[in-house]
C-alpha cells in the first residue's frame, strides 16, 4: 500500500522558472514590477481558512491479464475511491466493480460497476512522466473496507484502487475573497493601497502564444532565466509513506519588498493571483522559484454579469502545496463552457460537498494531474465550488474535455445523472437522478459570468480547435462548431453529463442568456391582501406589487413597477415585490425585470383601480321584532340595510350589541335585544381598497304581558316559571278574544306551542291579517309566532281571537313584544 499526502505526486517544472533571493524584484516582460519572496521549509502561512490535508492510499490489484482482484480487507478510513492505471492513454475495455464497508455500521453495500474516467487533461499534461488512467469516482461515504474485481480481455498494467480521506472541515459558504488576488499592474501605473475598480482597471494588452500549454516566460532585467528542464524538482521516495497530517499548512503569505505592492481587488474576485498565491509557503520546499506567466494573459474584459457566490479553494480546504507551485496555463477567452457530471452517486448530503471536492482534488493529484480538472464544481444543492487554481475569472486551461480544454471551461455537477435507470451509461451502475433546479441556476450563473466576459452568447456557438491528435471521433488541429453551453459528450466520446443533465442544457442556455422569462403580475395588494375585480385588482393609494419569472431570480440583475408607462420602482432581481404609490383612479401596472446580461422583458399590463372613495348605505338600516324564542335577556330581532360601492364590497361586519362577521352581499342580520333596553345596532362596510363605511340604528323592545290587554269570552291563568313573568293566559272558547294598544314600530305576539295547541286569528287595527296555527310536535314556550312592523311609530291595536280548533281549540298566550 502507498500513501500520498494530499493525493499529490512531486510537482514538475512545467515553465521556466526564476531562482531568486528574498526581496528581489522581477521587472516582468510587460514592464510590470513585481515583488518577487524566496521562502525557505520555515516559512508560515498567512491567517485565513484553515486547510484539510487528505491521504491517498493504494492497493495493488492482482491476478491474470484478464481478471485483477483485491480480496475483502480492512482499510484505512476513506470516502471515496476510484481504480487507476499506469498509462492514461489506454482505456480500460472491461468491467470494474467494488463493494465497501461502512466504517459506521459494519455493512458491506452491494457490488457497483465503476464508470469511465472520462474528464482529462489536453496531452501537454497528460503525457508528463507519471500521469496514470483511471475509472469515475466513487463516493461511499465513511468506509473501512473494500473489495474489488476487474475483468476485461486485456486490463491495462498496474491497476490499483485508490482510497481518499478527504479529511476532516472546509465550508459549503461562499466567499468570494479577493485577499489573496492580484490584478495585473501596468509599470507606469501609481501603486494606491485602495481596492481597485475592476471595471476601471485596464491590464497591458497581451496575446498570449497559440498554444498556452507550452508556451514559457520570457521576463526581462538582471533576473538570470534557467531552463525549465534544469529546474530542481523534490521528488519523494516511490516508498515513502507519508501522514496527510504532517504537511504544514500552505496559505498564502504576502509578498515583501521595496518595490510598489499590486493593487488587491476585493471587489474583483478570482482575477491574476498574486505570486504568494502561485507559489505557497510549503514546508516541504527549500526554496520556492516564483515567476509570472509570460506572456502575461490579459484582464479579463469588464462584463455587465456578476461573478455568481463561490466557496472559494480557501474556504473548501484545498491544500495549496499539494498542486503544481506557480500559474496553470491560460487561454485567450472562455468560449465554451462544457458540463459535466462527477458520476460519483447521489447519496451524499450537500454538508459532504467539500469533502468530495477535496476528494476529487486529491485523486486528480494523485493520478498525476497539475491540479484538480475542472474549473468549477456544483452541488445539488447550488453551490459553486472554486476548481483549478488560477483565478476564477481567468481563463484558467482546466483538464476536463480533453482536446478542447483551451478556451473552454469545465463544470462539474457533484453527482450523477444518468437516466434514472442508468440506461445511457456504458459502464457504470450508479442510478442517476434528476438535477435539481438550484443545481441547473447555479450552472447557468457560471455560464453566463464567463461567457459574458467574452462577449459570447450561451445559446449561440464557438469554434474550438481540436488539440489532441488521439481523441475518438475527432481530427487534430480541424476547428469545429461547438454550442457555447455544451456537453461533455459533445467534445469526446462519453455519456457525460448523463442524459438527464444533458436535458436540462436548453435550459442553462436559456437562464444563462436571458432575456428574463415567464414574467408576469401575480397579485396586486392591499394591505389586507390581494383583491380582484373582474380582471384586474382594487387597492387603496398604497399597494404592494407582486410579480414571479420562470428565470430564476438569481439571474436578474433588477425589476422595475411601472405604472402607466412609468418607472414608479425599482429594486434588486431578487426581490419579487415592491411597495408603489398610486393617484385614484384607474391604471395600468406592469413590471419589467432585468438579466444579468442587460436584457429586459416587460409583462403583460394589469388593471388596477385606486379607489379613495367609502362604501355608501343607499338602504339606511332597520330593526324589526323577528321570531324565535324570547327572554327578558333576548328579544329576537332583525336588522335590514343594503351597502354599496362602486368597485365591489370586500366584506362586511356587525360591530354592536356584539361583533358579527356577515357576507360582502349580506343585507339583514338576525340578532336579539335586550327587553326594556336602548341597543345600538351598528354596521361597517368594507369596499375592495380597504375602504370603510359604517351606519347604526337603535331600537328598544318591551314586553307587554297579557293582563294589559282588553279580554273578551273565558280566559284561565296559568302559572310557570317557564313563562314570561311566570304567568300566561290560556283559552278553548270559540271567539274568545284579547286586544292590546300599544305605540311603536314593530310588534310580536308571543304564545307556547304543543301537540294540542289550537289557533287563533290576529287582527291588526281591525283589520284580519292571517290565522296561526300553534300545534307542534313539541313543546316550546315564549316563541314569538308573528311579528309585523312600519316606518315609524305609530299607535295600533293587536286582536286575537280564539278559532276553537276542533279536537284542539285550547291557545296559550304570553303577552306581545314590541319595539320602538
Known sequence: MRTEAGGARAPRGRRAKIWLAAGTVLVAGT???????????????????????????????????????????????????????????????????????????????????????????????????????????????????????????????????????????????????????????????????????????????????????????????????????????AEPSQSQSTDAGTTAPASPTAPTSTAPPTSASPTAPGYLPSLSAAYPSCASASAVPQTMPSPLPAQPPATKVPAPPFVTRASWGADECARDTGYPDYGRTVKAVFVHHTDTTNTYSCADSPSIVRSLYALHLHQGWRDLGYNFLVDKCGTIFEGRFGGAAMPVIGAQTYGFNTDSMGIAAIGTYTDLTGGDSK???????????????????????????????????????????????????????????????????????????????????????????GVGVTSVDTPSGAVRSGTGYVTGTTATVRWSTSTPTSLLSGAEVLVDGTSVAKVAGTTTSAPVKLTSGRHTVQVRATHVSGKTTTSAAVTVTADTTRPTYPTAPTVQLGKGTVNTAGVPVTVNWKAADDNGLRSQAATSPAATTLTATSTSWSTTAKSATATKFGLTATDLAGNTATASVTGTATLVQESSAKATGTWTKRSSSSYLGGYSSSSGTKNASLTWTFKGRSVAWIASRASTSGAVQIYVDGTLQTTVDLKSATTAYRQAMWTKSWSGAAQHTLKIVVVGTSGRPTVTTDGIAVLN
Not at 478510513?77 to 482505456?91: K, N, T
Open 31 to 233: 514592464g510590470a514590477v513585481v515583488a518577487l519572496r524566496a521562502t525557505s521549509d520555515t516559512g508560515t502561512a498567512a491567517e485565513g481558512p484553515q486547510v484539510v490535508h487528505t491521504s491517498v492510499d493504494s492497493l495493488d490489484l492482482t491476478g491474470s491479464a484478464g481478471e485483477r482482484a483485491l480480496a475483502a480487507r480492512s482499510t484505512k478510513a476513506f470516502r471515496m475511491l476510484a481504480v487507476s492505471w499506469q498509462d492514461p492513454g489506454v482505456r480500460l475495455d472491461g468491467t470494474v466493480r467494488v463493494r465497501t464497508r461502512s466504517s459506521a455500521t459494519g455493512t458491506w453495500s452491494d457490488w457497483q460497476a465503476l464508470g469511465a474516467g472520462d474528464a482529462q487533461p489536453d496531452p501537454a499534461e497528460r503525457d508528463r512522466a507519471g500521469v496514470r488512467g483511471g475509472t469515475a469516482p466513487l463516493w461511499a461515504g465513511p468506509s473501512d473496507g473494500v473489495q474489488v474485481k476487474a475483468d476485461g480481455k486485456t486490463l491495462p498494467k498496474g491497476l490499483t484502487v485508490d482510497l481518499v480521506d478527504p479529511g476532516k472541515g472546509g465550508s459549503t459558504t461562499p466567499a468570494m475573497d479577493a485577499a489573496a488576488y492580484a490584478m495585473p499592474v501596468d509599470g507606469e501605473e501609481t501603486p494606491t493601497d485602495q481596492p481597485t475598480d475592476p471595471e476601471t482597471t485596464s491590464a497591458p494588452e497581451q496575446t498570449p502564444s497559440d498554444d498556452p500549454a507550452e508556451s514559457t516566460p520570457a521576463p526581462t532585467g538582471s533576473a538570470t532565466e534557467t531552463p525549465a528542464e534544469n529546474t530542481p524538482t
Open 427 to 517: 459502464a457504470s451502475t450508479i442510478v442517476g437522478a434528476t438535477p435539481s433546479q438550484a443545481m441547473v441556476t447555479a450552472i447557468s450563473r457560471i455560464a453566463a459570468w464567463k461567457l459574458g466576459m467574452s462577449g459570447v452568447s450561451p445559446t449561440g456557438t464557438s469554434s474550438l480547435t481540436e488539440g489532441a491528435k488521439d481523441s475518438y471521433g475527432f481530427t487534430f488541429s480541424k476547428a469545429y462548431t461547438m454550442n457555447a453551453v455544451s456537453g461533455h459528450r459533445n467534445g469526446f466520446a462519453t455519456d457525460c453529463p448523463g442524459n438527464q443533465l444533458y436535458a436540462k442544457l436548453d435550459t442553462v442556455r436559456s437562464y444563462a442568456a436571458g432575456p428574463p422569462a
